[in-house]
């Protein structure tokens, strides 16, 4: 398993499946072509691309280089890179036939063609730490979650960091772990109450 800083971007949720067995790091779906209406994943594309980068990993046929173009072209900051895979002819396992131009996409290279493809596009494991101990637990523990002020804490704390308001707490959990650990997240959301006590 390898660490990786930026963000990943993939088509779908097998795609993220096969990835998650080697990577790790943060990994967005993008549903298909539902990322062409979807403003909440679009704007945390953005934020990703601005705090750590992105990489595009789309599958190597036509709708896989449309939704790469779409996103190149809808993220004015920050950095992309793209990964390409190979055109490997054949059918992933769980499918009854091949893909429409037959070509295998993520979820079915194999693992070894994978990481070969992130070492071409030049990039490497991270050498930086462990991964922060934010949990979902974590959000309750601190009232950003299951509480009666939670979402009302939760949209603010967004507004603070700069991320899009409508965020599951799966997402938010990521995007807090590559800010801060539990302790300055604990910091940051007694500020807040701080502030809110204040008014």
Known sequence: ?????????????????????VIDGIILVTNGFRIFHDKE??????YYAKKT??????????????????IKGAVP?????????????????RKEKPSAEG??????????VLLEAFRKAGITA????????????TLFE?????GKCSSELRVKLQKKLG??????????????CTMTDSAGLEQMVKELKEENDAI
Do not use: H
């Open 77 to 93: 900051e920050g950095k992309v890179m793209n990964v390409y895979i190979p055109d490997i002819f054949g059918k992933e396992k």
């Open 41 to 46: 994943k679009l704007g945390l594309i953005r």
């Open 1 to 21: 398993m390898i660490k990786i800083d930026q963000a990943i971007i993939v088509e779908g949720k097998y795609d993220k499946i096969k990835l998650d067995s």
């Open 142 to 146: 601190l009232g950003l979650s299951g």
């Open 126 to 137: 991270s050498s930086g730490g462990k991964r922060s101990d934010i949990t979902k637990q």
């Open 53 to 70: 980068g992105i990489i595009i990993l789309t599958d190597s046929d036509s709708a896989g280089r449309k939704i790469r173009g779409y």
């Open 103 to 112: 070509k295998l996409g993520v979820e079915g290279i194999d693992t070894k």
């Open 163 to 176: 991320l899009p308001s409508l965020m599951s707490a799966s997402a938010l959990v990521d995007v807090l």
